[in-house]
C-alpha cells in the first residue's frame, strides 16, 4: 500500500498492484472450487458404472422430488419409535433436511422403525451443553429464510390447512409429554393445530408428525412455488447417495484418485 507521502503517480501504480493480487488471488480460489468440483463430477461417473441403470434413474427421480423448502424440528422427543417413524415419514415424503434439539433427551433410534431412512437425509443436531439450543436451531433457520410454525394445540392459532407455503416453511414439534417448549412457543411465527373432531386432544407425535407433512407437501407440490434442489445441491446428493450404494465405494474411490494423480 502507498504512503500518504507518496506522490499521485506511485500511489495509482499500488492501487493497481493491489487490484492485481487481489484479482490473482480470486482467481486461484476459484480454480481451485473448479478443480474440487470437477473431481467430484469425476468420481462420480467412476461411481456409475457399478450402478445398474434402473438404479440410478431411481435415484434421479428421487433427487428430482427432494426438497428444502420444508423442513422439520423435533424438540426433545425421548422415545426411540417416535423418532424413527418421524424420520422415515420425513424421509418418503422427499424432505432433505431435519433438525434435532436436545437439551433434555437424547436423540436415539428404531433401527426396525426407521429401515434406513437416516441414510438420505440431513440430520441437523443441536445439543451444547450451557446453551438455549433451540434458540441456536432457530437463529440458523431464519438466516436461511424459513418462517417457523409450532405445533400447538391451543385456539389462537391456525389449522394446518391454512398454511401458505410460498416461503420456506419449518416446522417445530415438542416432547411427547410436555408439547413444544416455552421459547418456541413465544418466538415462532405462527401457532399451528390440526383440526380435531373427537374428544381427545391430540394424536401421537408420529401420527401428527405424518399429518402435518403430508398436508403441506401436497400444497406444496400442487403449487408454482419453485421448491426443488439446486443442480449444485444434486451433485452433491448425487455422489453422497452413489457412496452409499456402491459396495466398497471407499476403496474403489481411492483406487480411482490414484490412478489419475
Known sequence: ??????????????SIRDYLYGLNHSLKILN???IAVSKEKMI????????????KQFIERVLGERTRHITLVL????????ASAVVR????????DI?????????????????GANKWIDLYRYKMKGFNNSEICFRKLRAEGYQILVTDPSPDGIS?????IDKKVALVMGNELKGTSSYALAHADQKIFIPMHGFTESFNISVSAAICLNT???????????WQLSEEEKEILRLRWFRKVVRRSDLIEQEFLRSIE
Do not use: W
Request: glycine share 2%; with cysteine; proline share 3%.
Open 32 to 34: 481451485a472450487k473448479k
Open 75 to 82: 424438540e426433545d422427543i425421548y422415545q426411540s419409535q417416535n
Open 89 to 96: 415419514t420425513c424421509e418418503c415424503l422427499g424432505m432433505q
Open 1 to 14: 500500500m502507498a504512503s500518504l507521502s507518496s506522490s499521485p503517480k506511485e500511489r495509482k501504480r499500488s
Open 99 to 115: 433438525h434435532i434439539i436436545e437439551e433434555e433427551s437424547k436423540y436415539s433410534v428404531n433401527k426396525r422403525v426407521l429401515k
Open 216 to 226: 403441506l407437501f401436497t400444497k406444496l407440490r400442487a403449487s408454482t412455488t419453485s
Open 44 to 55: 462420480t461417473d467412476h461411481f456409475s458404472q457399478y450402478i445398474t441403470d434402473h438404479k
Open 160 to 164: 394446518i390447512n391454512e398454511v401458505p
